[in-house]
């Protein structure tokens, strides 16, 4: 910690908890005991294996393989996956929006890796797989042996995916499979990846079929871990696939509609992300919140001068409104009502007012809102992101838009 800074307020000053408006008769009502105990566990497990070496993770730039096995362990990365190969199988969406949000509150970049595996990519298996793949990956994706990543976005584009040009080409038995993918999560220490690739030149997002690629494959190769502004700690790389020869068996579901089964799924990636992006904002506005009132100017607390007194209740009414319509989008996917038109609203809503707050955060701040020592400082540049990935804002909108005629 670098002398004369305000080291309480710094990285060690996780977990002040967000101000509770006594007598309010609005309440978060999605979650029931049985999802708070959950939250305490998640709490209890992040504060034992993971917190201690965060500083480690951000210097290596990745999640060592022990976090992976520790949260498999206790259960956490197979919520989704049926008892028979090893998970919890939950069956409530509410229990990995609880584990999105713990995550966030301590980290953004946790919070993505584990979304992309747990959330995102080990589902398409569950849903899709047959029961010899299903038997082959599950078991170790719920004990975190095999760590999966989901490969879309190529090099020449990631929005208009059906667009995408890596492709496998029938020879014999096998398919050959040439190209390549870039930004992905995971991707640099991932065993499995679900790779979604041209498997019919001329049908467009029609000839699109998934891949289970696996890391020993060869002609699987990955470049370096790509340098990013935010969100250090995860591991994001370029995939290569060079003459790569799988089976029918890597297929995942059928040949052909890849592209509609990633559309089917898109909608819990980006719900998982709106989920995130409330937390993280909501927990460092807490911190900041506590910030302004320990943070003395002109004989004051800075919270207390008007301009950061409206600010701080702008900010505190931005998230509290954004976490509600999230929760109706999470009720409503648990109940598997939850459109891909809701979840594009709940995304792009839930990434504009996190980065608006946290840029508000590091303001409130001050020169030590710019110190990579502290936490709001980070937030700042891991959110950047959220308005980027997962289908970008604008992308959002145009599925919107569409929706209303357009
Ligand atoms: C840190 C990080 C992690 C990621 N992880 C993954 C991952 O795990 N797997 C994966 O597959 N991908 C991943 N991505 C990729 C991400 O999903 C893409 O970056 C995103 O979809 C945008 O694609 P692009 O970067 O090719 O931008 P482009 O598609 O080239 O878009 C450039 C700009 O044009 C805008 N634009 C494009 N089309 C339209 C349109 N029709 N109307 C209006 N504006 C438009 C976009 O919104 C954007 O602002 C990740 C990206 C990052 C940065």
New binding site residues.
């Given amino acids: 910690m670098t002398e004369g800074l305000h080291a309480k307020q710094a990285l060690s000053a996780f977990p002040p908890s967000f101000p509770d408006h006594e007598g309010s008769a609005v309440r978060r009502t999605i979650y029931d005991q049985d999802h708070e105990a959950f939250r305490d566990s998640c709490a209890a497990f992040l504060a034992k294996h993971v917190t201690p070496n965060l500083e480690t993770y951000l210097e290596e730039k990745a999640l060592p393989r022990d976090f992976w096995l520790s949260a498999g362990a206790e259960g956490f990365l197979g919520l989704e996956i049926p008892e028979a190969f090893g998970g919890a199988e939950a069956g409530d969406f509410r229990f990995n929006a609880i584990w999105a949000e713990e995550l966030s509150k301590l980290n953004a970049a946790l919070a993505s890796c584990m979304a992309?595996h747990a959330d995102i990519a080990v589902p398409y298996i569950v849903d899709l797989a047959t029961d010899e793949q299903k038997q082959r990956w599950l078991p170790g994706c719920a004990t975190g042996e095999i760590l999966t990543?989901?490969?879309?976005?190529e090099p020449g584009?990631?929005?208009?995916l059906a667009a995408l040009k890596t492709t496998a080409v029938r020879d014999g038995d096998e398919w050959v499979i040439n190209g390549s993918?870039t930004?992905?999560?995971n991707g640099y220490s991932a065993d499995l990846v679900l790779t979604a690739v041209r498997t019919s030149p001329d049908k467009g997002a029609k000839g699109i079929t998934l891949f289970g690629l696996e890391a020993t494959d060869e002609g699987f190769s990955r470049g370096r871990k790509l340098d990013?502004v935010g969100?250090s700690e995860a591991d994001?790389s370029e995939l290569f696939f060079e003459n790569v020869r799988v089976g029918d068996d890597r297929i995942i579901g059928e040949v052909d509609r890849g592209f509609i089964y990633m559309m089917e799924r898109l909608p819990q990636e980006r719900l998982t992300c709106a989920v995130s992006n409330v937390a993280h904002a909501k927990q460092i506005l807490a911190e900041t919140i506590q910030y302004a009132h320990d943070r003395v100017a002109f004989k004051q607390p800075i919270g207390s001068l008007q301009h950061n007194k409206f600010l701080l209740a702008e900010l505190v009414t931005k998230i509290e409104v954004a976490e509600a319509y999230v929760d109706q989008v999470v009720l409503a996917h648990t109940d598997g009502e939850a459109t891909a038109i809701d979840a594009a609203k709940a995304k792009w809503w839930s990434s504009e007012i996190q980065n608006d707050v946290l840029d508000h955060c590091v303001q409130l701040h001050g020169g030590y809102g710019f110190m990579n020592e502290y936490r709001v400082a980070r937030a700042w540049r891991d959110a950047r992101?959220s308005k980027?990935?997962?289908?970008?804002n604008?992308?959002m909108k145009?599925l919107i838009g569409r929706d209303l005629g357009f």
Avoid: H, L, R
């Fill in positions: 992309i990543a989901i490969g879309m976005t584009g990631g929005s208009d993918k930004f992905i999560t990013k969100q994001t992101v980027i990935w997962a289908g970008s604008e992308i145009e």
